[in-house]
C-alpha cells in the first residue's frame, strides 16, 4: 500500500525515482566495493533541488513538507542506501540551525545546504550513545567564544561537512585551539556514506555560532532526534521495499518441485507477512511526517515509525537473502548490499531499545 500524497510531494516523489534510478542505482554498487564517498552525488541534488529540500523559501530552498522528504528518502534509499543515509544525515545536522537558530544562522547553515556544503550532527561519544546526557565533553567560556575539548565519533559526513554542530557540556577546562578527524571507519554497511570521529582540542566557536540558549543543548539535540528518526524509519522504507521487490521477482522467477518458490506455503505467506508489515510501517512512517507539518509532537509517533520500519527492514533483507537460496549467499548477488545495509538502522538515531523506552515512558494507566 501506497500513501496518499499531494501533489507536491507526488511531484518531489516523481523526481527522486527519476534520479534515483538514472543516476544513484548504477553507482550503488561501486560505492559500496570501494567505500567511497559520492561526491558526484552532491551536484546532482544540488542540480535537482533535492539539497534544498528541508530549507525555507527564505534561504532559497525547496521548503518541502516532512512528508515530501520522507517520499524522496524512501525513494532515494530503495535505490542505494548510503545516498539515502547521506542525505537524511545532511538534513539531521541542519535541524539545530532550524529549530533553534539566529536569522544570521539560518542564513548560514540552510543556505549553504542549498549550495551543497553540508553540516553534521555531533553528538555521540564513546560511553555516550544510547545515554545521551552522560557526554563527556566540556566547553569552557573565553570571552565572547567558547571551547570545546573531548572527542565525538560516528560523525556523518564527517571531513566532508564544512560545519559540525556540537553537543558539550559547560564546564571549565583546557585551552588548546584544534579539530582533528583522524579516523574514517570501515563500516558493514551503507559504505558510500562517510563516518569519523571529531577530536576537539579547545578549538574557539565564535559565541554567535552556538544555536540556541546555553545549558539547552541537550533538548535541542533530543529534539533534533526527534525529526532524524522519521528520516530514518523512511530509509527503512526504501531498503524494505527494495528487498521485498527482489524477493517476489525472485520467488516468482525461479522454479522448484516444478512449480515457481512462491507457490509454496513457506514461501508465498513469508511474502505475504512483509506486504502488510511494508504497509504498517508506510502508514507509521507517513503518520509521523503528517504529525510533523502539522506542527504535533512527533517523538513519539517518530519513535515507534523508526522502531517498527527498520525491523521490517531486517525481515525483508533476511527473506531476499533467503529465497535467493544458495546464490544469496554467493557474491555477487543484489540481496547482499541491502543485508548489510540495513543492520544501522537499529542502531543509529536511537537503537531499538530507545525507541521502545521513548513510548514507554507515556504510558499511564487508564490510556
Ligand atoms: N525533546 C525535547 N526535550 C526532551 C526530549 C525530547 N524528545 N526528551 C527528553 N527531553 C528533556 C526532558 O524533558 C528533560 O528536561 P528537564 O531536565 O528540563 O526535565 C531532559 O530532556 C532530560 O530528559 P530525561 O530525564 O528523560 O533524560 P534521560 O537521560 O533519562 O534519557 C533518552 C532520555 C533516553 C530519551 C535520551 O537520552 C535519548 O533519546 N537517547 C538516545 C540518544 C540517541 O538517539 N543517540 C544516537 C545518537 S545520534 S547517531
Known amino acids: 500500500m501506497e500513501p496518499t500524497l499531494d501533489d507536491e510531494a507526488a ?151 564544512s560545519r559540525y554542530v556540537v553537543f558539550a557540556k559547560t564546564d571549565p577546562g583546557a585551552d ?19 563516518t569519523s570521529n571529531l577530536e576537539l582540542d579547545g578549538v574557539r566557536v565564535a559565541a554567535g555560532a552556538v544555536p540556541g540558549e546555553v545549558g539547552r543543548g541537550l533538548k535541542l539535540a533530543l529534539q533534533t532526534l526527534d525529526l532524524g528518526r522519521v528520516s530514518v524509519a523512511a530509509q527503512g522504507l526504501g531498503i524494505a521495499h527494495a528487498a521485498y521487490r527482489l524477493a517476489v521477482a525472485e520467488a516468482t522467477g525461479r522454479h522448484a518441485f516444478g512449480t515457481p518458490l512462491i507457490d509454496n506455503q513457506g514461501i508465498g505467506f513469508r511474502l505475504a507477512d512483509l506486504a502488510v508489515e511494508l504497509s504498517a510501517a508506510r502508514m507509521l512512517t507517513y503518520e509521523a511526517a503528517r504529525a510533523y507539518d502539522a506542527g504535533q509532537p512527533v517523538s513519539v509517533p517518530g519513535s515507534m515509525a523508526k522502531r517498527y520500519t527498520s525491523e521490517v527492514a531486517h525481515r525483508a533483507v533476511d527473506l531476499a537473502v533467503r529465497v535467493f537460496g544458495g546464490a544469496g549467499f554467493r557474491k555477487p548477488c543484489p540481496a547482499e548490499r541491502p543485508y548489510r545495509d540495513q543492520r544501522v538502522l537499529e542502531i543509529y538515531e536511537g537503537s531499538s531499545e530507545i525507541q521502545r523506552l521513548v513510548p514507554a515512558r507515556t504510558i499511564t494507566a487508564g490510556a
Request: hydrophobic share 40%.
Open 176 to 194: 588548546a585551539p584544534g579539530v582533528t578527524i583522524d579516523r574514517i571507519e570501515d563500516k558493514m554497511g551503507i559504505r558510500g556514506t562517510r
Open 11 to 161: 511531484h518531489w516523489r516523481d523526481l527522486a525515482r527519476t534520479v534515483a534510478a538514472e543516476r544513484f542505482a548504477p553507482l550503488a554498487g561501486e560505492l559500496d566495493r570501494e567505500q567511497r564517498y559520492p561526491g558526484e552525488h552532491i551536484a546532482t541534488v544540488v542540480e535537482t533541488g533535492l539539497s534544498g529540500m528541508l530549507v525555507p523559501a527564505e534561504y532559497d530552498g525547496r521548503a518541502l513538507s516532512m512528508t515530501a522528504i520522507t517520499t524522496v528518502i524512501e525513494e532515494i534509499s530503495a535505490a542505494c542506501a548510503s545516498t539515502g543515509a547521506l542525505l537524511a544525515a545532511r538534513t539531521l545536522g541542519a535541524v539545530p540551525a532550524r529549530l533553534a537558530g539566529t536569522e544570521e544562522q539560518r542564513r548560514a547553515v540552510l543556505g549553504a545546504l542549498t549550495d551543497g556544503s553540508a553540516i553534521s550532527f555531533a553528538l555521540t561519544e564513546e560511553g555516550a550513545g544510547s545515554d545521551a546526557a552522560a557526554i563527556r565533553t566540556r566547553v569552557e567560556a573565553d570571552g565572547d567564544a567558547h571551547r570545546p575539548t573531548g572527542e565525538k565519533i560516528y560523525i556523518g559526513n564527517g571531513g566532508v561537512s
